[in-house]
T-cell receptor, first 109, second 115 residues
Framework: GESVGLHLPTLSVQEGDNSIINCAYS??????FIWYKQESGKGPQFIID?????DKRQGQRVTVLLNKTVKHLSLQIAATQPGDSAVYFC????????FGKGTLLTVNP | EAQVTQNPRYLITVTGKKLTVTCSQN?????MSWYRQDPGLGLRQIYY???????DKGDVPEGYKVSRKEKRNFPLILESPSPNQTSLYFC??????????????FGEGSRLTVL
């Protein structure tokens, strides 16, 4: 069946380091992927998206990489800051939006 | 300010007592949706609406009702709440179907406890 999951449930990094959050998806027909950030007590916020005809997309301090061969998605955050501490989850779209379960990123000062 | 507003933010109720969680968006979005978020299960879609008077079941619709009489409002109704509906609920909206842009705008969440 279709599933969207994350390799690590928690990730702890030092302030200033780069963070990499991973996501595996199982539906090879998915053609659109999104990363969301959810801070404590708030609703999810769109961070960045990528379509299946791309393998990399960059935003401000964030980069999403898509490897369709192994059905893997990653979110890279450069120079991680305390404000980046949150749950991050990926979502895939194939007729419907399916969310992954999330990775908790903790940034240590 | 563009936003999705949910009320109440927190609610404790008892089994069987009907309740409504309201959701309103001020962005003239066509697509609206309700999700519940539970530990270990992530976000699961309850119901969604592509436009006024058009609603469809999501993945976990049992025990819930919705209506879309106006474009801006999409209330979630629990006719007879049960303890397994204790959860964190999110309303979201998007300009189009939401599946082309992915940019769903979420409300702040409504934490519901059913005793």
């Amino acid at each position: 069946g279709e599933s969207v999951g994350l390799h690590l449930p928690t990730l702890s990094v030092q302030e200033g380091d780069n963070s990499i959050i991973n996501c595996a998806y199982s539906n090879s027909a998915s053609d659109y992927f999104i990363w969301y950030k959810q801070e404590s007590g708030k609703g999810p916020q769109f961070i960045i998206d990528i379509r299946s005809n791309m393998d990399k997309r960059q935003g401000q301090r964030v980069t999403v990489l898509l490897n369709k061969t192994v059905k893997h998605l990653s979110l890279q955050i450069a120079a991680t800051q305390p404000g980046d501490s949150a749950v991050y989850f990926c979502a895939e779209i194939h007729y419907k939006l399916t969310f992954g379960k999330g990775t908790l990123l903790t940034v240590n000062p | 300010e563009a936003q999705v507003t949910q009320n109440p933010r927190y609610l404790i109720t008892v089994t069987g007592k009907k309740l409504t969680v309201t959701c309103s968006q001020n962005m003239n979005h066509e697509y609206m949706s309700w999700y519940r978020q539970d530990p270990g299960l992530g976000l699961r879609q309850i119901y969604y609406s592509m436009n006024v008077e058009v609603t469809d079941k999501g993945d976990v619709p049992e025990g819930y009702k919705v209506s879309r009489k106006e474009k801006r409002n999409f209330p979630l109704i629990l006719e007879s709440p049960s303890p397994n509906q204790t959860s964190l609920y999110f309303c979201a909206s998007s300009l189009s179907e939401g599946l082309n842009t992915g940019e769903l705008f979420f409300g702040e969440g409504s934490r519901l406890t059913v005793l």
